[in-house]
C-alpha cells in the first residue's frame, strides 16, 4: 500500500517525533508506514487522515487495487 | 487539524522527563525486562556457585535454590507492563518474535532431549533452556524489527 504520510508531513513542517506524538505511537512506526514498510490498521489510518483533515484513500492508494483499475482501463 | 496551524514540536511533561531520566527510564525504554532477564541470569550463576562454595542447611538450600525466581517474576511483571506500553507496530514485531522463539526452542529442545536420550550428550539443565529462550527472544526482535527500520 502506498502513502502519501511523508510528503504531508512534510508540507506541515512537522516531524516524525512530532507525528508520532500526535498518533500516540513510536517513532519507529511513523517511519516504516512512510517507508511503506508497514501497513498502519484501519482506526491507526482514521486517526492519520483525521490529523491531515484529509479522507483515508486521499492518503493511502492500494497499489493491487490502482495495478487494476490500469489494467482495466487499458482494457 | 487545519493545514495553517501547524503542529509544534511537543513540549517535554513531566512525566516524559521522568521517564526519560528518572528511575521510570528503564521500563519506558522497554530495558526494564533485559535487565532483570539478566538480574535472573546472574542470580542463577551466583546460587549455583554459592551452592558449590558452602554448606547449607536443608531449609537455606531451598531458599538459594528458589533465589533466581524473585528476578524471573521481576521480569514478568516487567513485560507485560513493557507489552502494554507498546504501538500496533512494535506489538506486531514482539508477537512475530515469540512465535520465531517457539519455532527455534522447539527444534533446539527436540534436539536435545533425542541426543541426550540417546546417550550422545551429558545431561542437559533445563533452566539452561530458559535462558536459551531469552537469548533467542532477544535476537528475533532485533531480526525481526530490522526489516520494519529503514
Same mark, same amino acid.
Given at each position: ?75 | ?6 503542529? &509544534? ?5 513531566? &512525566? ?33 556457585? !554459592? ?14 535454590? !528458589? ?20 504501538? &500496533? ?30 546417550? !550422545? ?30
Amino acid at each position: 500500500m502506498k502513502n502519501r504520510v511523508r510528503a504531508l508531513r512534510a508540507e506541515h513542517g512537522w516531524s516524525q517525533a512530532a507525528l508520532a506524538k500526535e498518533l500516540d505511537v513510536s517513532r519507529q512506526t511513523v517511519n516504516a508506514i512512510e517507508n511503506g514498510r508497514y501497513d498502519p490498521s484501519l482506526p491507526l489510518a482514521f486517526k492519520i487522515a483525521r490529523i491531515f483533515a484529509l479522507k483515508i484513500e486521499e492518503i493511502f492508494e492500494d497499489e493491487a487495487g490502482s495495478a487494476n483499475g490500469e489494467g482495466a482501463r487499458d482494457a | 487539524m487545519p493545514e495553517d496551524r501547524p503542529l &509544534e514540536p511537543p513540549a517535554e511533561s513531566p &512525566e516524559d522527563r521522568k521517564s526519560r531520566l528518572g528511575f521510570g527510564a528503564c521500563h519506558a525504554q522497554g530495558k526494564a525486562p533485559v535487565l532483570w532477564s539478566l538480574a535472573t541470569a546472574g542470580a542463577m550463576f551466583a546460587a549455583v556457585l !554459592l551452592r558449590k562454595w558452602f554448606e547449607w542447611p536443608r531449609a537455606a538450600l531451598v531458599v538459594l535454590a !528458589l533465589l533466581p525466581v524473585l528476578p524471573l517474576i521481576g521480569m514478568c511483571v516487567a513485560m507485560a507492563r513493557a507489552s502494554s506500553r507498546l504501538d &500496533e507496530l512494535q506489538r506486531r514485531i514482539q508477537l512475530e518474535a515469540l512465535g520465531l522463539t517457539v519455532l527455534v526452542m522447539s527444534v533446539v529442545l527436540v534436539s536435545l532431549g533425542m541426543l541426550e536420550s540417546f546417550g !550422545l550428550i551429558g545431561h542437559f539443565d533445563p533452566t539452561m533452556a530458559w535462558v536459551l529462550m531469552v537469548a533467542i527472544y532477544v535476537i528475533s526482535f532485533w531480526w525481526i524489527g530490522r526489516k520494519y527500520r529503514s
